[in-house]
């Protein structure tokens, strides 16, 4: 549905966007992430036709985004993650609105406004204004006003910031929806528990380049152990000897913990822990855990602080 090739942009003498490419198919979501100020802003503009590549391409179900292609961008579906509502006018009239700039009317009109309104569970508000909602209705209004003209790819960018955990877990029922429904989804967020959550795949974007772009479990393999263990040990361990143990891939301490990534697990904890006993490392606690997708993002993008 989506195909964004080999994306480039730049702003005077700084390159924002350099030689991205992903795709999106129906039925599928896409997280796109990154840091600040890594261009993830920039590649949604392009998408949606606001902001024109210096070159690459884009297209929508095989028809390229390039002039006016209105035709193009009215399979386009964008939910921003600055409230965009008209807050004197109610929650229906926002959708009629939205769906008379596509050209919708009438009988048509009423019911995509109705299914839309259904579906983010504001159906009894219908007739309220945003301003008497709580900041979770006003997300879920917003994203009803992206679905008004029944659009083949929706664009999501933060639509969860500063909404209550009910409110959140709404929208991501919103999204399993029209995941189910043959839509193709692609969502930004800095929350990688939302990603992990609800995205077939993750493109990560970093100065404006990719680099990465797989499935959570293709992601985990990229860093040198997808288990690990975090032991409390009372003395001093050989760090550089415990990596050598078969099946360590990595062995830090810090502060009395002893951090061990391993292969496997079920395999591996048992000789750790006998490898300790051997040398007489007294253990006070284990604890076992498996890599994240925040793991892997700090990993390709580091640890520095982006204002």
């Not at 599928?28 to 100020?37: D, K, Q, R, T």
């Not at 994203?143 to 790819?153: E, Q």
């Not at 029922?173 to 189910?180: G, M, P």
């Not at 284990?286 to 204002?307: C, K, M, P, Y």
Request: charge should be negative.
């Amino acid at each position: 549905m989506l195909q964004a090739h080999a994306l480039r942009k730049s702003y005077g003498a700084r390159e924002v966007v350099a030689d991205v490419s992903f795709s999106v198919a129906p039925g599928e979501i896409v997280g796109l992430l990154g840091p600040n100020g890594a261009g993830k802003t920039t590649i949604v503009s392009m998408i949606c036709g606001l902001v024109t590549p210096d070159s690459g391409s884009i297209a929508i179900a095989g028809k390229a985004i390039a002039g006016d292609a209105s035709d193009v961008k009215r399979r386009i579906g964008f939910v921003p993650q600055d409230l965009a509502l008209y807050q004197d006018l109610s929650a229906r009239a926002n959708l009629e609105l939205f769906g008379a700039l596509y050209g919708i009317s009438g009988t048509r009109l009423h019911e995509r406004c109705a299914e839309a309104l259904d579906l983010v569970g504001l159906a009894d508000r219908a007739k309220d204004k945003p301003q008497t909602f709580s900041g979770g209705m006003q997300r879920r209004l917003n994203i009803a006003c992206a679905l008004v003209h029944d659009p083949d790819l929706l664009l999501f960018d933060e639509p969860t910031v500063g909404v209550d955990p009910q409110s959140r877990n709404a929208i991501f029922d919103n999204l399993e929806t029209l995941k189910a429904r043959g839509k193709a989804l692609v969502y930004t967020t800095h929350y990688m528990e939302e990603a992990e959550r609800l995205c077939d795949r993750v493109v990560i974007i970093d100065h404006g380049k990719l680099v990465a772009s797989d499935t959570l479990q293709g992601l985990y393999r990229l860093l040198p152990a997808v288990e690990s263990l975090e032991i409390d040990v009372q003395d001093s361990v050989d760090i550089e000897a415990l990596a050598r143990e078969p099946g360590v891939k990595s062995a830090e301490q810090v502060n009395g913990k002893l951090i061990v990534g391993v292969d496997d697990l079920s395999r591996d904890a048992p000789t750790v822990l006998a490898w300790l006993a051997a040398r007489g490392n007294t253990v006070h606690r284990i604890v076992s855990g498996h890599a994240t997708l925040e793991n892997v993002f700090l990993a390709l993008t580091g640890r520095q602080l982006r204002d």
